[in-house]
């Protein structure tokens, strides 16, 4: 079974939150590396920055510039490693899977760019199951046809 995860599920795999456990216990019965693409790599790498830059702004939210730090040197080390694998995609073609996606399902289901961005990239990958803790974006991925096993109603 080929699976696409999105930034939320690599979030709670490099730092510990809520959904780690979930995360961690999925990822652990997985044979193969876990898919990426420069895409949700670009948006992980910019989401941890981010949260980095507000703690910097208020101690009480995000997390420490050390923090944002490891995470990104431990997804480059499983990129090394082969626990993450990097499979290029064709751009061009999320982008038009993205348009007819959004043409049919965000007047509907208020969806966001990259939300749709992630499930039109796990379509173009042909993959059979989406992991994300995003309800929305889950819903989007099963009326894509595929499984959302991390789903929570």
């Known amino acids: 079974m080929k699976t696409y995860p999105d930034t939320s599920f690599l979030c709670a795999l490099y730092r510990t939150q809520d959904n780690s456990p979930q995360a961690l216990a999925y990822r652990g019965q997985m044979s193969s590396p876990l898919i990426v693409t420069r895409l949700l790599l670009w948006e992980f790498r910019q989401s941890v920055r981010f949260q980095a830059f507000r703690h ?3 101690p009480d939210v995000g997390y420490p510039l050390a923090e944002a730090e490891r995470m990104i ?5 499983h990129l090394r490693t082969d626990s993450l694998k990097l499979v290029e995609i064709d751009i061009l073609s999320v982008m038009i899977i993205g348009d007819r996606v959004s043409k049919t399902r965000t007047f509907t289901g208020g969806h966001r760019s990259f939300d749709i961005l992630h499930v039109s990239t796990a379509l173009a990958l042909d993959a059979d199951a989406f992991l994300s803790f995003d ?5 989007l991925a099963i009326k894509g046809g595929m499984t959302a096993p991390l789903n929570r109603p």
């Open 56 to 58: 910097s702004k208020d």
């Open 135 to 139: 309800t929305n974006q889950n819903s």
């Open 73 to 77: 040197a431990k997804v480059a080390e």
